[in-house]
């Protein structure tokens, strides 16, 4: 293994997971299997989740999007942490989240507005502040 590679998904894991609490998945799977923990992370984290392709902002809006209509709101709430993280606004993400409605239908919206509200208590950022523009 490379030190880039090490470095690569040392910086990733710390930019996107900084603050999230709770389990994180590499903490999982390092309990069943040490070794194959590592060659996981260093793939999705150092490979795919670093590449330059497109922003992590982009990327992030893209896995809640994913994981919104797959309904798995465990890991949305690690990936939400993850979007606010690389600078993705609450207005951004709840309009990825509500653009779902198009193709899981509404309960799953609410479900990950529900898991997107407690991201935001667990930061101090609720209530939202919303722009005047869209108050009533």
Known sequence: MSEDLKERTQKTAELYFQNAP??????LWRSF???LAKEISLFYTGKLYAREKIPHSLRQLVTIAALTVLERTEELKLHLHAALN????PAEV?????????????PVVNSALKTFRSVLQERGLWPLTLPSSLRD
Do not use: H, N, S, W
């Open 22 to 27: 709770g389990e994180r998945p590499y903490d």
């Open 33 to 35: 299997d040490k070794d």
């Open 86 to 89: 690389v600078g993705c606004t």
């Open 94 to 106: 709840t309009e990825v989240i509500f653009q779902m409605a198009t193709y899981a239908g509404l």
